[in-house]
């Protein structure tokens, strides 16, 4: 994406804001009056107080032309008035600009950060399995700044800098044009080195960020298996594989520094030398008697204040530079195609039954054609109400399989319907109201236990939430916990053992009383009295429900209405218990051999 184009779509979140931009902008250059204005009092005061001069034509048209006003101690007065109401003003001024600033920019940054985050929440899972976690958040929470910087350091300073040259410029080539236009050739000189820096400060930045995005995700991924890491003592290796990821980025963040370095120090090389040329030739002037005392002060002091905009416009224009590959970076997410996107008139019928059949389905992670699908042909229908037992060895696609239930993925081929209707007919929304699932690795939220209970179900009574603990075999343990169900459960559930979280992620999925239930080893961390529990209050909970069970434990799934073992992503064979039993094909054996286990 073009450069500019990718500082216009950053606009677009600053024109929501278009009044208060608009008012900060004029508060700004209130200030800048203030700040153009200062140098005159000081002409006066050398040129009418100090010598014998007449006070300038515009200043009597204001105050009039008596002598008693018209007196050296009252002029001097007037200025210096106005050089403390000045000073006042401008740094009232400043106070309530950056204020106002923090407060506008914070507003847009939380605006893109929410559109950030909802892009996000769209994206199919296919998405994060390409991509680093600890990279999106360094996405989230450092890059969405930029929108601050397009505001605060280059909008902004953009807009008063040239107002304040244009006004510089103006009085100065009143008082001499020539001296003018020498400091004015400033400009071109900085265009010309803003040229030649401009692509090695853009790729440098993005490789820095590139490298920031790494060592997050490294880091990240630290502290998530840090368990792992202690326990099979690769604490130096790891802290090796830190060095390595801080030395990349060290390196990147120094070549990026150096290059925007070597930029602004350019920069003012240029304003300097121009300022010494433009000091030597009104000092010329002055000694031959061209300009007056007063004139060449007042110019002295525009050239002094004439390269803090002429700077800021510069830095402005090189962060532009630096902030598009930072934008980039942003609208890379939000505008990913890798959504699970509904068919066009989607709509969601008043009930959903649970009907549900997979027609003809291949399906595979990547682009059919360059990767092996996972699933071959699968064909299966389920009635409403029936219990269906997904078996097979590992890597067989059974969580796969569930996955395209849930619309994590959709198939390369076929299509899944539920009641009649193509999964891809229903909102999204709907279609997961209606499902409620438990992962074999459950994942438990920083709440209350009661909170993470009814997560998929908020508006549910206490009694409701302690009878769905109760039926997943979890209420005796949560009683133990120092507050019960208000115990606060710390980040991933840490604080809990493995068949704890899995019988709270039980109870969440009871509760949420979905007619669709989907079970991913859901005991695998469970003894086995607990589990024919779990399993017999299922029995009574799923009646009038589809359910989809994955497991390895085939004694739990004997009375399911459907077994069907899949191998290398391909349906082996179905039916009951007994029928497979008999048939003495992949099913039996599996069975048999746990049975002698």
């Not at 600053?14 to 800048?32: E, M």
């Not at 950030?116 to 769209?122: D, E, H, P, V």
């Not at 840090?226 to 070549?255: C, D, H, N, P, W």
């Not at 224009?317 to 890798?338: A, H, M, N, P, Q």
């Amino acid at each position: 994406m073009k450069k500019s184009l990718l500082l216009v779509r950053m606009f677009r979140y600053v024109a929501r804001y278009q009044l208060k931009l608009s008012g900060l902008i004029l508060l700004a250059l209130l200030g800048v009056g203030f700040e153009v204005l200062k140098p005159l009092p000081l002409k006066i005061i050398i040129d009418s107080v100090l010598n014998s001069q007449p006070p300038p034509a515009l200043l009597l048209s204001w105050i009039g032309d008596s002598a008693w006003l018209t007196g050296k101690s009252t002029l001097l007065l007037v200025c210096l008035a106005f050089l403390i109401l000045s000073a006042m003003g401008s740094a009232l001024i400043s106070f309530l600009v950056t204020g106002y600033t923090a407060r506008l920019c914070q507003r847009l940054v939380n605006d893109l950060s929410l559109d950030l985050y909802a892009q996000l929440q769209r994206l199919s899972v296919s998405f994060y399995t390409r991509n680093k976690v600890g990279d999106l958040l360094q996405r989230m929470s450092g890059d969405v700044f930029v929108i601050y910087f397009l505001v605060a350091q280059i909008t902004l300073p953009a807009i008063t800098s040239l107002v304040s040259l244009g006004a510089m410029f103006y009085i100065m080539a009143s008082i001499n044009l020539t001296l003018a236009l020498v400091a004015l050739s400033v400009v071109p000189l900085l265009v010309i080195s803003l040229a030649v820096f401009s692509k090695p400060m853009e790729k440098t930045t993005e490789i820095q960020y590139q490298k920031l995005g790494d060592l997050s995700a490294f880091v990240q991924q630290s502290l998530a298996s840090m368990r792992i890491i202690q326990a099979f003592v690769r604490e130096g290796y790891m802290r090796k594989q830190m060095e390595l990821f801080t030395s990349k980025y060290s390196q990147a963040f120094q070549r990026a520094t150096q290059v925007s370095a070597g930029y602004n120090q350019l920069s003012t090389l240029i304003t300097g030398l121009v300022g010494a040329v433009v000091v030597g030739i009104g000092a010329s002037q002055g000694m031959s008697g061209t300009i007056s005392a007063g004139d060449l002060f007042v110019f002295l002091g525009y050239i002094t204040a004439l390269y803090g905009p002429v700077n800021s416009l510069s830095i402005a224009i090189g962060t532009s530079v630096v902030i598009t590959s930072r934008s980039k970076r942003l609208f890379d997410i939000l505008d990913s195609k890798e959504t699970v996107a509904d068919n066009p008139g989607a709509v969601a019928p008043a009930s959903l039954g649970g009907a549900i059949r997979f027609d003809h389905v291949d399906f595979g992670y990547g682009q059919p054609g360059q990767h092996q699908p996972t699933l071959h042909n699968i064909t299966l229908t389920v009635p409403t109400g029936q219990t269906i037992a997904i078996v097979g060895p590992t890597g067989a696609g059974k969580s796969s399989l569930i996955s395209l239930l849930s619309r994590f993925y959709d198939p390369w081929r076929g299509k899944i319907t539920i009641d009649g209707r193509d999964l891809r007919d229903l909102p999204l929304h709907y279609l997961r109201e209606n499902i409620a699932l438990v992962l074999q690795d459950p994942f438990l939220f920083p709440m209350t236990v009661a909170e993470n209970i009814a997560f998929g179900n908020p508006q549910a009574t206490p009694e409701e939430v302690r009878a769905a603990a109760q039926a997943a075999q979890a209420h005796d343990f949560i009683m133990r916990l120092p507050q019960g169900y208000d115990t606060l459960i710390v980040e991933t559930g840490a604080s809990l053992s493995g068949g704890e979280k899995q019988r709270i992620a039980l109870a969440r999925a009871f509760l949420k009383q979905a007619p669709i239930l989907i079970l991913d080893e859901p005991t695998s961390a469970l003894d086995a009295l607990t589990e024919a529990k779990i399993f017999a209050a299922l029995s009574r909970l799923a009646a009038g429900k589809t359910v989809f069970i994955i497991t390895h434990r085939l004694s739990t799934i004997k009375h399911a209405d459907l077994i069907v073992t899949l191998q290398d992503g391909a349906v082996v064979e179905s039916g009951t218990h007994q029928s497979l039993l008999s048939t003495g094909k992949t099913y039996a054996q599996m069975y048999n051999h746990q049975q002698i286990a």
